[in-house]
């Protein structure tokens, strides 16, 4: 050992003990090297230590790997000396020599000569930059594309720093969507990241960090396969078509890992993934997921039998009543995996099998896709291989007798969970991980208990048959336990005020009946939140006005049920297509000819030749010889006011049928049949809470269309607070005169008084206020019409909204048909 | 089929397969010479049923499409102008009457209101039918009958029969028939195998579950024997299948789709 080269030991000694010994470690491995090539190598060390002591470490310590890799001390020397450049590089040295002895083994020199080229030019530009690309993973940033990959994944990260974008930033989002959507699609991601980051930081680094939805919507837009959300409407067709059920459609989980997508349902919705390999997995798994509703495997005497068999429990339903079949594996323990397997295969098996009687050709074509499709690698394939030969084996009847049952008609889940029992118990078939389980299915197949599920119901037939002979209809699931009343926003004070503080005849229970009122005194002065709009009242004790006295906030609901308004949709598809029908044929721009008119464009030949016949007959015939085309001109507005108070969600006498069940299907109605005239049509819910807390809620404004998200709401309507209906109408004129047209309608639909809980008791002050309003309006050329279900409505409707301009439905059933039938009788008298 | 001033006299059987009591009870009718009412969705076999009727009793038939614009005195009759005098000239159902033949006035409730009153007197024990530009009314052969159809989908809030109206009919309601019932008659009627046909019925049951999804009407038994025909004629069993029965159906592309693919998984496509 040269002298120089002691020297530098000792220096480094000196200054730490770490370094002198770490100097000293790494040194054998240099030592066949030359004395100038040693005394450059601690030189370097040195440097390396002097300028960040982890820096140096990391260089001692990855000595002996790079000699390995490297065969000698270039270029790696050289590429560390580079980290001396910059200030506060430490980082990145650590990662590069953590690292490069690998890579230059796996991507031989130019491969590490360009990994390290890429990173070094970003020690010049930002350091924490350079620090990421050196800390991740080469094997991962190279990914499966090699060199060029590389480059290509690096390629827009020059343009993006420009914009002040941090490679760390980049690199994680950019090997996602590399990971998701190839080279191709990460091109196209910073492209437009680059447009999204010049409108604006934060939005720009959401978009790379794939937290934004629209760098979400984005990967799905690009996501190769074949995309579900497109086709949706087709699948939830099919469905019905097949299995006469009508499910709702939701959006499955998808992740930004990639992995395979499944079809999953929980009995009562189906969960579709963003993507799917194609359309003939996606419609093979639509066929085999509705099979699985249709032959019972969510059925819950059959789910019980299956609990009751393995002599266990049937367990306690979870908080939203659904069950999961977990404790039947749970007993398998660590190889629970292999038997879930082995019973989803029995299943499947019986469930195809039972479709293919339904559709001919169903297995051929399961069994066409599987083998168009890759094997999958590793223990996956036994499985795979082994749902194959099943369904091909049931095609030409080869099938063990122990499989041989899970084909004739009557065989149920316990059949299959048997079978794969013995199955079970005699296999051979390997192990496997959660991760691998994905791949082990065919193609349109997927794990039977993905989600916990609604047991459903056993249809009514004997034989076994899809949609239960043509029947159509809701979903046989359980129906869902009664939703109880919502709170509005902010407190109810149903709920939080002690009964004896409730002043006034608020919270009416059942259908217009109020509840006993006990007046101790005039409203509270509950301060209610500022804004809104705030309206006079008129009190008619001083038979004056009270200047902005209530107070008109707009909130949003919350509650959204799309399965309801599904439900309510099919209940009343009769009443819905009659009307529809109706308004068709009547529609104004159906130019009809009006016959017999005095004037017209045309002769209406016929009175012509009566007019002639009758003349010469000696009569004296009205000259009605003409007819006319022309479209009727109607210009109506409607605004739909539905109170939304407590009491709506009682039920009607003794009926067992909440107000809210009609209320919903009414309004649900009334909107369809709006689409259908044209007409322009708004449609609100109001509730209140004090005189400066009144609710009103847009569940349909004028501008907005008659949509799923529409419907979604009206499904989940639901009741609370109380009735201060005076300054709801003022509140909705006002929203009326923003609509153009020349006739406005203002239907109230109600079902008992106004009333709060700040009235003091005295129906009458409310009351008198409503009618102030509606005079209001119809200064404003409103015309305000009242359809309430109180019985008692006859009582106080026609002082308050005029001889003529109110109707009490006596039976609630009657609502939802009559609503659009009142309307259009309203209009045709307004027209 | 021998026609002479609009009437039709069935000479040849027409084909019909009864499904249920509807001989019977048509019979029951014609025998007390009650009026009938035949409800049931399009093609489901109203017409070929009254017909078949028809030429069982071997009485003639006068079948009238009725639409909106139908008036009274195209049923009643009009006077017309010949040379330099009016005419009298009967209209179908006054000619029925006079002659004693099966009345059929087909989707009634598309005619106005105004005009089905006219057969008010003629659905009673009076059996009258009074013509008021001639100042006369003359009273139904005794074998004069009138039926009546109409299709529940087209009933309508506004424009429904009203309740006066129908309760003066015997009502026959008619569905698509049972799959091996309907299957015979694809047989017979278009003259395609039973595999085929078997494959139809099977697919239209399918395809009818789609009845709420906007279509208006469902696959009918008589556009299945359209689509037998078209293959017995030599064309591709889908293709006739989207001519026939796809195409007249619906013009909604998803809806258009969804039935595509139920009959493809029936009559896949060749090769």
Not at chain 1, 197 to 203: C, D, F, N, P, T
Not at chain 1, 651 to 668: F, H, K, N, P, Y
Not at chain 2, 89 to 100: F, S
Request: proline share 6%; net charge negative; glycine share 10%.
């Amino acid at each position: 050992m040269s002298a120089a080269t002691e020297d530098i030991l000792d220096h480094l000694a000196a200054i730490s003990f770490v370094a002198g010994r770490d100097a000293r470690a790494a040194l054998p491995a240099v030592t066949s090297l030359s004395e100038t090539a040693v005394l450059r190598y601690l030189e370097t060390g040195r440097d390396l230590f002097f300028y960040d002591r982890e820096a140096g470490k990391a260089f001692f310590h990855a000595t002996a790997d790079l000699m390995q890799a490297f065969g000698g001390l270039d270029p790696w020397l050289d590429q560390a000396r580079h980290f001396l450049s910059q200030r506060g590089t430490f980082r990145a040295a650590v990662g590069f020599f953590e690292q490069a002895g690998a890579v230059r083994r796996s991507r031989g020199a130019d491969g590490e000569a360009l990994w390290f080229d890429l990173g070094a030019t970003w020690i010049d530009r930002h350091v924490d930059s350079a620090a990421s690309y050196f800390r991740v993973p080469a094997a991962i940033l190279f990914g499966n594309a090699g060199t060029e990959g590389l480059r290509a994944l690096l390629a827009p990260a020059d343009t993006l720093a420009r914009g002040r974008l941090g490679l760390g930033t980049y690199l994680e989002g950019a090997i996602r969507v590399r990971g998701i959507c190839g080279l191709d699609g990460v091109a196209e991601w910073a492209r437009r990241g680059a447009d999204v980051l010049a409108a604006g930081r934060v939005r720009g680094e959401a978009w790379f960090r794939l937290e934004s939805d629209e760098a979400r919507n984005f990967l799905l837009e690009v996501l190769p396969g074949f995309h579900m959300g497109a086709h949706k409407r087709l699948f939830g067709l099919l469905l019905q078509a097949w299995t006469g059920l009508h499910l709702p459609l939701e959006e499955g989980g998808w992740s930004l890992e990639g992995g395979r997508s499944f079809l999953e349902t929980d009995g009562r919705s189906l969960f579709v993934p963003a993507v799917m390999p194609d359309r003939e997995e996606a419609l093979l798994a639509f066929y085999h997921t509705g099979a699985h509703l249709v032959f019972d495997s969510y059925e819950q005497d059959a789910i019980r039998a299956l609990f009751a068999e393995t002599g266990m429990e049937h367990p306690p339903l979870d908080s939203d009543q659904r069950m999961t079949w977990r404790p039947l594996f749970a007993r398998f323990g660590e190889d629970m995996i292999r038997f879930q397997l082995i019973f989803d295969l029995c299943e499947d098996l019986r469930v195809d099998v039972a479709l293919e009687r339904e559709m001919p050709g169903y297995l051929a074509r399961v069994v066409r896709a599987a083998r168009g499709h890759h094997l999958p690698e590793g223990p996956a394939r036994y499985y795979y291989e082994a749902g194959l030969r099943l369904l091909e084996d049931a095609r030409a009847g080869r099938l063990s007798a122990g499989l041989a049952v899970l084909t004739t008609p009557q065989a149920g889940i316990v059949d299959a969970f048997r079978a794969a029992l013995t199955w079970y118990a005699n296999t051979d078939l390997p192990p496997l991980t959660l991760a691998e389980r994905a791949s082990a299915y065919l193609p349109g197949h997927s794990p039977n208990a993905a989600r916990p599920v609604y047991p459903r119901r056993k249809r009514d037939s004997d034989a076994p048959e899809m949609d239960g002979g043509g029947g159509l209809g809701a979903a046989g699931h359980e129906e869902k336990p009664r939703e109880s009343p919502q709170q509005a926003e902010g407190n109810d004070p149903d709920m939080d005020i002690p009964p004896e503080d409730i002043q006034g005849t608020g919270g009416r229970v059942g259908v217009g009946i109020p509840m006993p009122a006990k007046v101790t005194g005039s409203g509270r002065g509950v301060k209610g939140p500022r804004g809104g709009w705030a309206y006079r009242e008129w009190d008619y004790r001083h038979q004056s006005y009270k200047e902005d006295w209530a107070r008109v906030h707009e909130r949003s609901l919350r509650e959204y049920d799309e399965a309801k308004a599904i439900e309510i949709a099919i209940a009343y598809d009769g009443t819905l297509r009659r009307l529809k029908q109706a308004l068709q044929a009547q529609k104004p721009t159906r130019m009809a000819p009006r016959r017999r008119q005095y004037e017209g464009d045309e002769p209406d030949l016929e009175a012509a030749v009566q007019f002639m016949v009758e003349r010469r007959a000696g009569r004296s015939p009205k000259a009605s010889v003409y007819q006319q085309r022309r479209p009727q001109q109607r210009d109506t507005a409607v605004l739909l006011l539905a109170d939304l108070s407590t009491s709506i969600m009682a039920e009607a006498g003794d009926s067992g049928v909440r107000v809210v069940d009609r209320l919903r299907a009414a309004m649900l109605l009334f909107g369809e049949a709006l689409v259908e005239v044209g007409d322009p049509f708004a449609l609100y819910g109001f509730a209140s809470k004090y005189h400066d807390e009144v609710l009103l809620y847009p569940i349909k404004r004028f501008a907005d269309r008659f949509d799923t998200r529409v419907r979604a709401l009206l499904g989940g309507l639901s009741g609370r607070l109380a009735t201060r209906m005076g300054a709801a109408i003022r509140h909705s004129s006002r929203l009326m005169l923003r609509s153009p047209a020349q006739r406005r309608l203002l239907l109230i639909l109600s079902d008992g008084r106004p009333a709060d809980y700040d009235d003091g008791g005295d129906p009458r002050y409310l009351q008198e206020d409503t009618r102030m309003a509606v005079k209001e309006a119809q200064d404003l050329g409103i015309h305000a019409f009242c359809i309430s279900l109180d019985p008692r409505g006859g009582e106080y409707l026609p002082l308050v909204f005029g001889p003529g301009h109110y109707l009490v439905l006596p039976h609630l059933d009657s609502l939802p048909a009559r609503l659009p039938e009142i309307y259009l009788r309203l209009r045709g008298h307004s027209a | 089929m021998a026609e002479s001033n609009g009437l039709r006299l069935l000479i040849d059987e027409p084909f019909y397969q009864p499904v249920a009591n509807e001989v019977r009870v048509f019979l029951a009718a014609w025998d007390r010479r009650l009026p009938v009412m035949l409800k049931g969705p399009t093609g489901c076999g109203k017409t070929r049923f009254l017909e078949h009727m028809a030429w069982r009793l071997k009485r003639p038939l006068v079948t009238v499409a009725c639409h909106e614009d139908l008036t009274s005195s195209d049923l009643i009759g009009r006077f017309l102008i010949e040379g330099n005098e009016t005419v009298w000239q009967d209209g179908p159902l006054t000619r029925a009457v006079r002659e004693g033949a099966i009345c059929y006035l087909d989707e009634i409730v598309e005619a106005r209101t105004d005009t089905t009153v006219v057969i008010h007197p003629l659905t009673d024990h009076r059996r009258h039918l009074p013509i008021e530009k001639l100042g006369i009314e003359i009273t139904a052969h005794r074998d004069f009958m009138l039926v009546i159809s109409y299709n529940p989908g087209y009933q309508t809030v506004l424009k429904d029969l009203k309740p006066s109206t129908k309760q003066r009919f015997v009502g026959m309601n008619f569905h698509y028939p049972p799959a091996d019932v309907e299957t015979r008659i694809v047989m017979k009627e278009a003259g395609v195998d039973e595999g085929r046909a078997k494959a139809l019925v099977a697919a239209a049951g399918k395809a009818r579950n789609l009845k709420e999804q906007g279509l208006q009407e469902v696959t009918s038994t008589r556009a299945l024997i359209y689509a037998g025909a078209l293959m017995v004629a030599g064309l591709d069993a889908l293709e006739a299948c989207v001519v026939a029965i796809i195409h007249p159906q619906t013009d909604d592309p998803e809806l258009a789709e969804a039935l595509l693919e139920i009959f493809r998984t029936f009559f896949p496509e060749q090769g």
